[in-house]
């Protein structure tokens, strides 16, 4: 067998040689001298040509039969819409009996209430209850329709106007929901192809704006300002396009996830350093920051035009709901138009409004108000600065104290499930109630978790020496 393949090889060598030296393998055509190999890489071309034109061969279908589709439907599983549910995830928050001031009821059980940001103890105060008590009388609870479909009431101007005029701004706009305030304001400036400039720690509100915006987003160090420069440094430096697009830096005044209180002096000097624009969350700062509680602004003694747009929930220091944004009147406008949970959502109910409203007035007659609330985070501070096994990663004038482990176990579960033990031996052996920073599969905050407090201005000494006792005997105990 093999002579006779090796008889086929040299058999089809010589037919190759002799077309080769064919006549036609010297042939002119035009002229022009043609060599045999010329005439064999035509043809293979026509032939290349030819098989890709053709069209496929298929096979036509056979339809299946009925007794096949049962037996496919039958083996089909669907994916689950959720994930399965597994023990870790199931979990039963303590339940409030009664409003979430200093002192409340949980689980029928009197706590002392370092749960809730209620900064300025405004929860339960009777010139704000009066304020919505009047309120529901004239306007009843809801509005029954978004601001600019006959859901805009004369206390919503009132209170947008109330809040510009404290804060020193031209104008602001209110929002239904608090935490739906940054993520409708961050989409409805910043757009597809702009470039954003987030700090890494920044919470759940912030981060899902700069998810629906769709522009891109890099993130900085935690309230590093190196980082910060040289991110702004490298998004610039050679990006021809830099200067035609629009770019932001966004932030919070206090950071919910860390208690740190953002540079803003620096940032400004940045900000007009490399020509970008900044968004600033003051949830947790307005109300709290500054000689009397204008926010960040005051603070940092920067004029509050420096800053681009300004949002902030009023769940926290004003102790009702809702949100702001403020800012220039092109700032303000534009949000009427473009702006999802301003133009869509059902607007504020009235009353709550009206509360804000009341809140803000209160705060501006009673600045003995701020001096209870920084004295008591220094004494809490201070109570806990020797902590053992936990340190406090917070700035000294927030309102929201955060501990953190001095050793991790190197895994946020297990760091969680120490921490879970802390807060819940706690609140079941001294009555105080304290949280874990726990976070959605949705959150990507980078930070270490840790334990929270909201220091309020209502919180009696006795309170915070007693809460400050409970937590060093407990994690004396609980930490290796």
Known sequence: MASGLMNITANAMDWV????????????????????????????????????????YKPPKKPLTEKEIDELCDDWEPEPLTPEITEEMKFEPPTLESA???HCIVDGKDVINFASANYLGLIGNEKIIDSCVGALEKYGVGSCGPRGFYGTIDVHLDCETRIAKFIGTPDSILYSYGISTIFSVIPAFCKKGDIIIADEGVHWGVQNGLYLSRSTVVYFKHNDMKSLESTL??????????H????????????????????LDEIVKLKEKYKFRIILDESHSFGVLGNTGRGLAEYSNVPVDKIDIITAGMGNALATDGGFCTGSMRVVDHQRLSSAGYVFSASLPPYLASAAIS????????PLILTNLRANIATLFKELSDLEGLTIASHSLSPIIFLKLNKSTGSDKSDLQLLDTIANQVLKEDSVFIVTTKRSY??????????????????????????????KRVAKIVLP
Do not use: W
């Open 17 to 56: 040689s002799s077309a080769f030296d064919a006549p036609f393998a010297k042939a002119v055509l035009f002229g022009v001298p043609i060599d045999g190999h010329l005439v064999v890489e035509a043809l293979l071309i026509v032939v290349i040509l030819f098989q890709l034109t053709r069209k496929s």
């Open 233 to 242: 440094e490298r998004m610039t430096r050679g990006n021809k396009r830099a």
């Open 359 to 366: 809140a803000v007035d209160y705060l501006e007659e009673n």
């Open 442 to 471: 949705l959150d990507k905050c980078r930070l270490p978790i840790g334990l929270r407090m909201f220091v309020s201005a209502s919180h009696s000494e006795s309170d915070l020496l007693k809460s400050a006792t409970a937590l």
């Open 100 to 102: 979430a001031g200093p």
């Open 244 to 263: 035609k697009i629009r770019r932001y830096i966004v932030a919070e005044a206090i950071y919910q996830n860390s208690g740190q209180i953002a540079p």
